[in-house]
């Protein structure tokens, strides 16, 4: 025969896993919560410290919008 120990041990084991997995399915279905975490991931890299943005991206963004200008400068001009 079982030990009533060894069973309500293994119960308590199981309830656990049980918690933790409704717990990793509740975080994978909070979908609100996992966009504002990402979005405060996004704003975190695209700025610095002091809350300004990062001077490459700045650079970045500049370069992109002097391409599309040439692009529309060339396309019009031909």
């Known amino acids: 025969m079982t030990d009533p120990d060894v069973i309500e041990a293994d119960i ?9 997995t409704v717990d990793a399915l509740s ?4 979908v ?14 695209a700025t610095t410290d002091s809350g300004r943005p990062r001077p490459a ?3 970045g963004a500049g370069g992109a919008l002097a391409a599309l200008g040439a692009l529309a400068w060339w ?3 031909g």
């Open 57 to 59: 991206l700045v650079l």
């Open 12 to 20: 308590i084991r199981q309830r656990e896993q049980l918690a933790q």
């Open 32 to 45: 609100k919560a996992r966009v504002e975490h990402k979005a405060a991931d996004l704003k975190d890299a």
């Open 75 to 77: 396309r019009r001009r």
């Open 27 to 30: 975080e994978k279905l909070d």
